[in-house]
């Protein structure tokens, strides 16, 4: 004699699962600095801010991504107040700046913090 299991509701329909509503995040507001950014990339590119997009920090931030201008090719130089601080480091060391270093900002900036007087 085998003994066999019974599934009493083995081919009944599946009741679906009930699901809680899931409240959904309330966007956080911009801040004014954003605001004021977005404001003055409107007005230097002639365009005009979605309705309602200062209420939603994510939204206003891709949206300055969008419309922000290039990157200057000149980003990559050594500032001014760089090139004249390495100046004054080769002055007092009686050395010279290597010239790649005129060229590349970080190139510069290590070479004035392995030279600068201690």
Not at 93 to 115: G, N, Y
Request: charged share 25%; glycine share 2%; with cysteine.
């Amino acid at each position: 004699m085998s003994y066999q299991t019974t599934f009493p509701d083995l081919f009944e329909a599946a009741r679906p699962a009930q699901q809680a509503e899931l409240a959904l995040p309330t966007p956080t507001p911009a801040t004014q600095k954003q605001i004021d950014y977005a404001l003055s990339l409107a007005e230097k590119t002639k365009s005009e801010l979605p309705a309602g997009i200062t209420q939603d920090k994510a939204r206003l931030s891709k949206w300055i991504d969008a419309h922000k201008p290039a990157p200057s090719q000149f980003n990559d130089y050594p500032s001014s107040k760089q090139v004249g601080f390495a100046e004054r480091i080769a002055r007092l060391k009686r050395t010279a700046v290597p010239p790649e270093c005129f060229r590349d900002r970080a190139l510069m900036s290590r070479w004035i913090d392995a030279h600068k007087p201690r």
